[in-house]
């Protein structure tokens, strides 16, 4: 794994039981669950703001986010400039989204459990790839208002 210990997740109550299944199919990874910790209904941008104001104070860790589609959680957390949240639903897509965008969260619906791992699987051993992407990368932090 290329990030620094530990690996954030959280989720709303529709991403609940993916958590815990990428929580316990990955043992080896150093996990700091910031929930949500049943299916009863919460907001999805307060478990998205947790997850990214705690990745503030842990430079080089990643976090994982998970809602139904993903995308609310994505949404909510690129409004941090530290944060290059990535909605991921192929291989591809992760392995890009870390090689080329130096993505730090990654963000999952709750499509298919198999993909799922896979996606995580790759976006933890997949490296920045630098060079002609690090401008890129601060262009992507870069406040555009």
Known sequence: MLFNPPVLIACDHGGFHLKNHLIKKFPEVQWLDL????????????????LCQKLKSKPGSCGVLVCRSGQGMA???????????????????ARLAREHNDANVLCLGTWEFK????????????????????DRVKKISAAAD
């Not at 929930?35 to 947790?50: H, I, K, L, Q, W």
């Not at 949404?75 to 897509?93: D, T």
Request: proline residues 2%; negative net charge.
């Open 35 to 50: 929930g949500t910790y049943s299916e009863e209904r919460v907001d999805y941008p307060d478990y998205a703001t947790a």
């Open 115 to 134: 993909l799922a791992e896979k996606l995580l699987s790759l976006f933890l051993k997949t490296a920045f790839g630098g060079d002609r992407h690090a």
């Open 75 to 93: 949404m909510r957390a690129n409004k941090y400039s530290y944060i290059r949240a990535a909605l991921v639903w192929s291989e591809e897509s």
